[in-house]
């Protein structure tokens, strides 16, 4: 009978909480409102790079695109944010778009 009491109490007690645990997962570059709203047209790579670290993505089929992305949350799914900064032929910022784009660049989305 205690025996049986014992284990209706653990298994009680472990059905309230999320089995298996998941531990909150960040991926990619944490970038923030401050960091974004530095970008201005005309900055070179180094000066992005300086700013923002380096991209997620640095596609070398596309070298006009960098691509930052960041998702947090348990078990690495969930919302992502994005941003995605093009480059003219002589390296200069020429575009930002995704979720993170500061407001004086959001007509470029």
């Not at 944010?81 to 390296?91: Q, S, V």
């Not at 995704?98 to 004086?104: C, I, R, T, V, Y």
């Amino acid at each position: 009978m205690i025996l049986l009491t014992a284990g209706a109490l653990i298994v009680t007690g472990c059905s309230g909480s999320s089995f298996p645990y998941r531990p909150e997962v960040q991926q990619g570059n944490i970038i923030t409102d401050e960091m974004v709203e530095e970008l201005r047209p005309g900055m070179s790579r180094r000066q992005v790079r300086f700013i923002l670290g380096s991209p997620v993505i640095e596609d070398m089929f596309r070298n006009d695109r960098w691509d930052y992305i960041h998702s947090s949350s348990p078990g690495g799914g969930g919302p992502t944010e994005r941003l995605t900064l093009f480059f003219d032929d002589n390296d200069q910022l020429v575009a930002v778009e995704g979720n993170l784009a500061p407001e004086n660049w959001r007509g470029n989305d």
